[in-house]
């Protein structure tokens, strides 16, 4: 089993920053993909942004240029720097660990992050 623990999360002003933690632990293999993903409410879970093991990111459209993902292996922990909040990215935010086919998949128990416009 691999326990997510998100921390960072709360309310910042339009234009600020926040950087989200995401420390995972138990039985965690060495070749996985590390994520943020995020809920609003009334809508569906989406990707932010995710990291490989081997340092390869991906980000969704309307995150890129202000969010940035990354990680330290040898803390088994994610990061997400989030720059220029707009009120839009309020949501909870969610860390995943996955390997890369899938077959083990874990979820965090999210963080919310507020912006106020």
């Known amino acids: 089993q691999v326990q997510l623990v998100e921390s960072g999360g709360g309310l910042v002003q339009a234009g600020g920053s926040l950087r989200l933690s995401c420390a995972a632990s138990?039985?965690?293999?060495?070749?996985?993909?590390m994520g943020w993903y995020r809920q609003a409410p009334g809508k569906q879970r989406e990707l932010v942004a995710t990291?490989?093991?081997?340092?390869?990111?991906n980000y969704a459209d309307s995150v890129k240029g202000r969010f940035t993902i990354s990680r330290d292996n040898a803390k088994n922990t994610a990061y997400l720097q989030m720059n220029s909040l707009k009120s839009e990215d309020t949501a909870v935010y969610y860390c995943?660990?996955?390997?890369?086919?899938?077959?083990?998949?874990?979820w965090g128990k999210g963080t919310l992050v507020t912006v106020s416009s």
């Open positions: 990291v490989t093991s081997g340092g390869s990111t």
């Open positions: 995943n660990l996955r390997s890369p086919g899938y077959t083990m998949n874990y």
């Open positions: 138990g039985s965690i293999f060495s070749s996985n993909v």
